[in-house]
């Protein structure tokens, strides 16, 4: 298995832009999570989905931020517009039941 | 609500050495989860060891043990032998039970000294 894949592994956008992060978790795991890490504020949970159904989106800053998860293979995060201060890496991470979650490699988001 | 605090921003420790890396979690559900994850400076999410709330021994995997306990609601790792490789950053983390929400503490940077 390919693990959790997340794309693009590398953004650069300017303010104001839209930014869309991508996540393919691994087949047959039914919850997906997306997390924010930056050095102030650490390891965020921003939203995360069983069975491709959003259970819990309070750590959503704000509404320039969204996810989706049309189906069981792909989830998408999205900045609109973005700012500054939404530099980071988010992380994307799929689970089966309610044992350990597996994370993907991060996106590093960067916006100038 | 839940909240995981590690309270050791850094640690340092001899190489070979065993280490104790902090845990504290606050939540009202009777069944949860408790897992620990290693970051390495490559930036990866590695998972080490896990805990459920209604096991009654301390969880092992290697040179890793979950030390629980439960009335204290702390669930500190112990990394026994320590190798240069262990330097990273060091998570914990709880699941509750119902909807499977998964927080984070705010890590541990575990810097190990040949």
Redesign the interface.
Known sequence: DAGVIQSPRHEVTEMGQEVTLRCKPISGHN?L?W?RQTMMR??E?LI?F?NNVP??DSGMPEDRFSAKMPNASFSTLKIQPSEPRDSA?Y?C?S?PG??????G??TRLTVV | AQKITQTQPGMFVQEKEAVTLDCTYDTSDQSYGLFWYKQPSSGEMIFLIYQGSYDEQNATEGRYSLNFQKARKSANLVISASQLGDSAMYFCAMREALRGKLIFGQGTELSVKP
């Open positions: 919850s999570f997390y650490g390891l949970l995360y069983n259970i819990d890496v992380f991470a689970r309610q044992y350990e979650a597996f994370f490699q991060g």
